[in-house]
């Protein structure tokens, strides 16, 4: 099956999911510290958490796949020589896929987080100030519960994006399903059949990680409908 490459694809498979956890743990990190850089009533955080979102949604995903990974590089190695180190030092391709879709994801996640605390009431936190709670317990314990519930949906969304992104990460050399593929195409002279077979492997990903993410909604939708009924 496969033409013997299929052990390599699926190790190229499990690379990929690995890419897409990692690369989401960043980009919720990014997304709730942008997302309370924007509602914060400093002026200048709230400007660069916008300017963050405006400048990184701007810019096509490969292009900036590209800018982190090979200006980066160059970056890391001119401070590198001035610092008195002499070696190439060459970033590993992984290393540069989740930083680079942390980033990228950060920005989208951020408008989602944002949009989902504005919707929760303001009453309760207020209330949540009137028991005595501190600032960090109104928004651990209050607002982001709540918040959670609300953000699913959009956070569903650029998971699913997220995940079929990452395809583009094996235009730095990673060796994900998308790169193996190629190369087992590239020998066989059977691009459909590998092509295929990489898109149905995104397609399964894709489906469960809707499944679960439906599950988890529900769970959190739980109280919410039992009050309206």
Known sequence: MLYGYGPSILEG??????????????AI?????????RLSPVKWLALLGE????????IPDLVLILLIFYGGQDLVNRIAQLLGYTHYIDINPFIAGVCTMGFIFGAYLSETFRGAFM?????????????????AQVFWRILVPQMIRLAIPGF????????????????IGLQDMMFKAKNAADATH????????????????????LLAL????????????????
């Open 29 to 37: 990190g990014l997304g709730l510290l942008g997302a309370a850089f």
């Open 119 to 135: 919707a929760v009431p303001k009453g309760q936190g207020e209330a949540g100030v009137a028991y005595g709670l501190s600032g």
């Open 156 to 171: 569903t969304n650029n998971w699913l994006v997220l995940t079929k992104s990452t395809a583009l990460i094996s235009v």
């Open 190 to 209: 059977q691009p459909f059949t590998f092509f295929l077979a990489v898109g149905a492997l995104y397609l399964v990903l894709t489906s469960v990680s």
């Open 51 to 58: 300017g963050y979102t405006t400048l990184i949604r701007g």
């Open 214 to 229: 439906r599950f988890l909604e529900k769970h959190y939708s739980v109280g919410i409908k039992a009050a309206v009924l």
């Open 13 to 26: 498979a499990w690379l990929t999911i690995s890419l897409a956890l990692t690369a989401m743990a960043l």
